[in-house]
């Protein structure tokens, strides 16, 4: 399948509910609009929330990481830049760069985001394989996709992060994490 690696899709102009009380779209829009461009892009693929429900696998976001450049304002259209990054066993990583589309056809970054969708059962929310069909439309469309050893520590952070207890890092999603060192006051053996 000779598919693009980066669409540009979603298309939408920011209204006025979008907006805080200095008009400009409040940081928590983005998050929404991330999520949107990234899950029209996976539709758009036969990898959306359609083919994995027809599989009888529900897909959750496990993690969200934005990246704020710029501000758009009412009436701005902003446009969203998405492509797979990475295709694992139960889980899959989206990069989405939502852009503010200018007057003269140039486009601004306004903020980057990378997400983490990992498949789980619908009954026990339990982490399960990528069924089959969106999985092989997911490989179709990851740019690296003969490169299974791309994962989340190739993509660029926005700063220097340390892992906690819990977090995902470079496991995927539903590994056990291991349990914190425990202190306990007293001599020591």
Not at 37 to 62: K, P, Q, R, S, W
């Amino acid at each position: 399948m000779n598919t693009p690696a980066v669409s540009t899709a979603f298309r939408t102009r920011v209204e006025h509910v979008d907006t805080d009380a200095t008009g400009i779209v409040h940081f928590s829009r983005y998050t929404s609009l991330i999520e949107t461009a990234g899950t029209e892009y996976l539709e758009a693929y036969g990898a959306g929330l359609t083919a994995f429900t027809a599989a009888g696998v529900d897909l959750v976001a496990a993690e969200l990481q934005v990246t704020y450049l710029n501000s758009a304002v009412h009436r701005d259209v902003v446009v969203g830049d998405t492509r797979v990054e990475h295709v694992g066993a139960a889980w899959f990583t989206l990069a989405v760069s939502l852009l503010r589309e200018e007057g003269d056809g140039t486009r601004t970054p306004l903020v980057s985001g990378h997400l983490v969708y990992a498949a789980v059962d619908p009954d026990t929310r339990r982490p399960v394989p990528l069924p089959a069909p969106p999985r092989h439309a997911l490989r179709g469309i990851v740019p690296d996709a003969a490169d299974e050893s791309s994962t989340l520590r190739s993509r660029p952070r926005s700063g220097p992060r340390t892992p906690s207890a819990g977090h995902l890092g470079d496991r995927r999603p539903g590994a056990r994490t291991p349990p914190p060192a425990v202190h306990r006051p007293g001599a020591r053996p």
